[in-house]
């Protein structure tokens, strides 16, 4: 099933699918090339208001494809500071590119710590390949 | 749970092709290849190719054949000559809809269409129907000996035509022939029906045959294939009932605009009494089509209100690959049914704004004898 899916170094990665990647003093959150393979052809996100604060582990969106709806976990708590806007016009940009316009939020970690809790790329791939 | 799923004899095909496999009414089948939409797409445009191998395929033999058709099914089967075909149901005493099938008409021999999910309880319903009225015919259970293979499509009959001798051509919709395969040995029953809106055929072959049949027709560029996913959506954009969602044993056939195919003058048959009754009152609620702007996407069982109250249930919804939005069908109570009428669908604790159309939603391009 992860043949051909791409996880790129230097993200950490939940066991939902999300990647977090460190950018200043933010945190940009999104979905796996995995996830996006898994789900199909993505229709519509829905994301979390800007202001609004995410908790590590809980429901921060939901992602729909033509077959389902998906909800979408916070890799860490915070508040969000940007919502890829671009999503409502474009959600097949999740399919296209997952870990770059694809993007999902901006978090303002409350603890980076929580950082540590995640899988890095290596344990990731390990993680998708047992299926 | 634990039975084994089932596997046509296609599924190793579509292991070879990628398909992602899932399980669907017992049996493993491709939910998508490239995926779902690019194959949707390419089937309103060019042809796609289904297996349908896991829906049932049912042969009635006998002098009663006949006799027990007509008195099992809703449709009247003495308006079929042989090598022609009629939507139907299966409506129980009460007049509800047990099941919808295909009914074909051969020189030899009756043949039926049934839904995977349904399947021995149809070939049960058959054989006690049997019993009960002593008619003498014979219901074979032929569904692992043959598969069905689907092209549908604006490009299918040229893309399926040198794998038959005869002219395809003259073969009208809703109308079958035996024809014998330009693959040796290999014949097939053809059949111009289909479950998308668009043109094109279904073909029962010997089970042993239908990897030939199968990579024959996609060596046409023209072709690709086609799961089960793009296979919902084309047949929700065309208006076509899925039993266990638009059609359930809640679901009477007048409320599922499945009145043409309920012929009460044909004389006695399963559910009839109530049927009249029926169809002499208002149905309490009628099946629609809902067309939402982009957004959220109704699932089934999403309620759907007016002006703050319940009026009805979706039954499908999906986004439409053609129409670029979320569509539905839905079962809606009294004058909130009109065609126009604004309602909302919740999803998710939200209200979508949806508004009442009329079904297709994408407009058939099937040959002309009309539909049905």
């Known amino acids: 099933m992860s043949e051909g ?39 519509y996100v829905e994301l979390p208001r800007v202001g609004g604060r995410v908790a590590a582990f809980k429901e921060f969106g939901v992602v729909e494809s033509v077959k ?11 508040e969000v500071v940007a919502v890829n806007g671009d999503l409502g016009e474009h959600p097949e940009l999740v399919n296209e590119s997952p870990y770059d316009r694809g993007w999902m939020m901006r978090v303002r970690a409350e603890d980076l710590a929580e950082l540590d809790q995640l899988m890095d790329a290596q344990a990731y791939r390990q993680l998708i390949e047992q299926g | 749970m634990t039975d084994p799923l089932l596997r046509t004899p296609l599924a190793a095909t579509h292991e070879a092709l990628g398909a992602k496999m899932v399980p669907f009414s017992g049996w493993l089948m491709p939910l998508q290849y490239e995926g ?8 309103r445009a060019s042809a796609g190719l289904f297996d349908l191998s896991h829906m049932g395929r049912l042969t009635i ?17 003495d308006r079929l000559e042989p090598g022609a075909a009629q939507y139907s149901l299966i409506c129980n005493d009460e007049g509800k809809v047990v099941e919808d ?8 021999a009756w043949r039926l269409i049934v839904n995977a999910s349904n399947r021995t309880r149809v070939v049960e319903n058959l054989n006690e129907l049997a019993a009960r009225l002593e008619c003498d015919a014979t ?23 040198p794998l038959v001798r005869e002219e395809l051509s003259g073969l009208r919709y809703y109308h079958a022939q035996r024809r014998s395969l330009t693959i040796r040995d290999v014949d097939a029953i053809v059949s111009r029906t289909g479950y998308t809106g668009e043109d094109g055929f279904e073909l029962v072959v010997a089970a042993g045959a239908a990897a030939q049949v199968w990579n024959r027709l996609l060596e046409d560029r023209r072709v690709r294939p086609v799961g089960l996913g793009a296979r919902d959506t084309l047949r929700l954009e065309a208006g076509m009932a899925l039993y266990g969602h638009e059609l359930t044993e809640e679901v009477t056939p007048f409320e599922a605009n499945l009145g043409r195919v309920v012929r009460l003058d044909k004389g006695s048959f399963t559910g009839r009494e109530a049927l009249a009754d029926l169809k002499r009152g208002e149905p309490g609620r009628k099946l629609v089509g809902l067309s939402f702007e982009v957004g959220a996407v109704p699932r089934a069982e999403c309620p759907v209100n007016r002006d703050g109250q319940r009026v009805g249930a979706v039954a499908s919804g999906t986004f439409s690959p ?5 569509i539905a069908s839905a079962f809606v ?9 604004n309602l909302t669908v919740t999803i998710r604790n939200s209200e979508a704004p949806a508004r009442v159309v009329s079904l297709p939603f994408v407009p058939h391009n099937t040959r002309p004898k009309g539909v049905l």
């Open chain 1, 5 to 43: 899916t791409t996880v790129p170094d230097g993200r950490r990665y939940t066991k939902e699918h999300e990647w977090a990647l460190v950018d200043g003093d933010v945190i940009v959150i999104g979905i796996t090339d995995f996830a996006q393979h898994e789900l199909g052809d993505v229709v």
């Open chain 1, 68 to 78: 389902a709806a998906s909800d979408l976990y916070s890799p860490l708590t915070g």
């Open chain 2, 36 to 43: 779902l939409v690019a194959e949707h797409l390419h089937t």
């Open chain 2, 61 to 77: 033999t006998g002098p009663d054949a006949q006799t027990l058709l007509q008195r099992a099914t809703t449709n009247d089967v």
């Open chain 2, 101 to 108: 099938l295909l009914v074909y008409r051969f020189s030899d």
């Open chain 2, 139 to 161: 219901v074979v259970d032929e569904t692992f000996d043959l598969a069905l293979i689907g092209v549908q499509g604006p490009a299918s009959e040229p893309a399926l035509q």
């Open chain 2, 322 to 326: 053609t129409l670029h939005h979320p």
């Open chain 2, 333 to 341: 109570e009294g004058d909130a049914a009109s065609e126009g009428t």
